[in-house]
């Protein structure tokens, strides 16, 4: 194998890398979020406070898919289980697809 090869390669594994760190990093962000409104949920903040009503908003749009997933009597165990979940797999995926781009 060539020097340039090699350097093509070794440039093509570090883009990789690179889009692999970000992915995790996202991921991880979406994850925090979905938590973060879980707490402000359950814990009862003031939902008229603009960084409360900003953090519930994203939660939600980011748990959309999975809102309404599970019904409880509880509507703030209800927001924990399937927000909870929407984290869970945002976080798992993101991961999943970095393993999937630093593969060979």
Same mark, same amino acid.
């Given at each position: 194998m060539t020097? *340039?090869?090699?350097?093509?390669? *070794?440039?093509?594994?570090n883009a990789r890398a690179t889009?692999? %760190?970000? /992915?995790? /990093?996202?991921?991880?962000?979406?994850? !925090?979020? !979905?938590? *973060?409104g879980i707490l402000l949920v359950v814990l009862g903040a003031n939902a008229?406070?603009?960084i409360v009503g900003a953090i519930r908003d994203a939660a939600k749009f980011l748990a959309g898919p999975f809102d309404g997933m599970?019904? /409880?009597?509880?509507?703030k165990a209800t927001v924990a289980v399937n927000w909870g979940i929407a984290a869970v797999v945002w976080y798992a995926l993101g991961?999943? !697809?970095? %393993? !999937?781009? /630093?593969? %060979?």
């Open positions: 020097t *340039a090869r090699a350097n093509r390669y *070794a440039a093509a594994a889009v692999a %760190r970000l /992915l995790i /990093l996202v991921a991880t962000a979406v994850a !925090l979020v !979905l938590v *973060a008229s406070n603009d599970f019904t /409880l009597d509880d509507s991961h999943a !697809l970095a %393993r !999937l781009l /630093l593969r %060979r």
